[in-house]
């Protein structure tokens, strides 16, 4: 098999669209190229061919900040695949990686092909399972934890709490509540990472996709998240929310929930990483996996 590398974006883009399973949100190229916006890193697509016909494609690029390879749109999207006619080629073109290539949020289905080491998995609700109803949803917790919720949702009405959609102008508070949340661990603490992300809200707004829900207590913001549907899935893709007001998390994720049965959609995606409370929601999980060479 021969190799080459292919940094032109533009013959990348085309790469991409010829190969990508179109089932996820970040198999999209308009949504995951978004995630470049502030970086403007250049692509490096190792591109295999046998007898002159391609065969295949490994999409990566470089994260200069954090010294690795690593597919296109860097750590952030999951469901990752790869990009070949024939899956038994994998370990192939993996043996063509630099030095510190780093691969995450690798679809189960690539397990079958390559001894990947599994990772974190996707957390999801399937709503279907409890007939579109957040009423038997909340049923199906144990008594304490379903008086406790209600219990704390309750007060959010007391204190007529508002909740807005799709307001665009709450994009850099949810930043700022990210950050102050999370400190140095915070995905939107780099300026580049955050313009991603804004991009990638505004592609969404503009093609209708868009779910963002505002959390206000007394008139101001204490909570921002950002969702996105696509194809019968409605992801929550992040957000921020101050820590000082208790149970603001519990009260977005059922603003999400709802609005999710609301528009016809039964599968919510919260992402990977437990984040010390899925667990307790009664979510099922997807497996993840990654590869790393160094």
Known sequence: ???????????CERLWKEYTPSKWLFD???????????????????VGEKNGERVGVLPLWYEIKQNFYTFIGGTFPENNTFFM?????IGAFLNQCPMETLLTGIEPSEAMYYPFKESDPIFFLDMKKYENSLEKYITSFDKK??????????????????????????????VELNVDRFGEESDLIEPEMAEGIRQLMMRLHERGKLNMITLLLDGVVEAVEIAAIHKGWYYILSGGRNIKVENC???????????AVSIGVDKINFLSTDSGWKSRWHLDTIPTYEYQNY
């Open 1 to 11: 098999m021969r190799f080459y590398i292919e940094k032109d974006i533009l013959r």
């Open 28 to 46: 999209e190229w308009d949504y995951r190229i978004c995630l470049n916006a502030g970086y403007g890193y250049e692509p490096y697509f190792i």
């Open 85 to 89: 006619n024939d899956k038994k080629d």
């Open 145 to 174: 934890h379903r008086k406790n919720l209600r219990y704390d949702l309750k007060q959010f009405d007391i204190r007529k709490s508002e909740v807005r959609t799709n307001c665009l102008d709450d994009f850099d508070r949810m």
């Open 249 to 259: 998390g519990k009260k977005m994720i059922v603003e999400h929930i709802k609005n």
